[in-house]
Structure formats: C-alpha cells, structure tokens
C-alpha cells in the first residue's frame, strides 16, 4: 500500500461540526456544476469540434464558460481548505482522513444528506467499501 500523507486527520466530532458548512458549499457546488454542463453542452452544440480538445482548452476559447469553471474551482478550494477530500460532485462525497484504534490511516466518509459522519473506508477504496462506523445508528444512504 502506498504511503500516504495527509496534513490533517480528524475524529468523527471534528468531521461533523464541519457538516453544516460543507452542506451549504456542496450544494452550491452541484448547482454551479450543473450550470457549467449546462454552458459546455450549449458549446459543444455549436462548434462539434470542440468536443476534441481537452476542457482546459476549451474553457480558453470560450470566455462564457471561464467564470463558472473559475467559481467550480473556488467552491472545491474552500471545501478542501478544513483538511477534507471532495470525492464526488453529483453523489456529494467527501471524505476526512482518520486514524483507527491499530494505527492506520483511513477516510471517514460523508456524503450529503447524511446528518453525521456514518461510514468508513479504506483510503485505496471508495464509497462501495464503506463500512458502518461503530456507533452510528443511522442507514448509509445509497
């Protein structure tokens, strides 16, 4: 397994007092990426052959489309700023870095909607392996 860094790992408590503003920030970000798949489709619409250029290229050649893939970057720095890892847009994953009990470093996982942190994974794992964190009642969400 590779060795992994991470500058901040976090305790359930910690992860949730994050929640209500990381559902606010998630949720903006849905709605701006949504936006921006909006105003890509509308581009790619009218010039097919911009569909052959990687998107930095054509965020460069369409000066519509540069406030919103700037805002999308913003809004992933902010949430990215407490520690955390944004994993998924759409499902609105995020994971926190955490140590178990024997010493390794796992993610917390969250994904928007949950009221509090539930589930866990491996770090070289994804959403399919979360597990259930010990004490949480509540159903993962699917």
Not at 12 to 35: F, G, K
Not at 38 to 49: C, F, Q
Not at 63 to 87: D, N, V, W, Y
Request: one cysteine or more; proline letters at 9%; aromatic letters at 10%.
């Amino acid at each position: 397994m590779p060795n992994y860094h991470f500058d901040r790992l976090f305790n359930p408590q910690e992860a949730e007092e994050l929640i209500p503003a990381l559902e606010v920030l998630v949720r903006e970000l849905q709605v701006n990426a949504t936006e921006f798949r909006r105003a890509l489709a509308e581009v790619l619409k009218r010039d097919p052959g911009a569909e052959a250029h990687e998107l930095p290229a054509i965020i460069a050649r369409y000066p519509q489309l540069r406030p919103l893939s700037s805002g999308l970057a913003e809004l992933t720095h902010k949430i990215e700023s407490f520690g955390c890892l944004l994993k998924d847009i759409d499902q609105g994953l995020i994971d926190f870095p955490f140590e178990l009990d024997d010493g390794e470093v796992v993610f917390l996982c969250w994904q928007f909607g949950e009221p509090r942190i539930v589930a866990w994974h491996p770090v070289d794992g994804g959403f399919a392996q979360r597990k259930p964190l010990p004490g949480a009642a509540k159903p993962l969400l699917n």
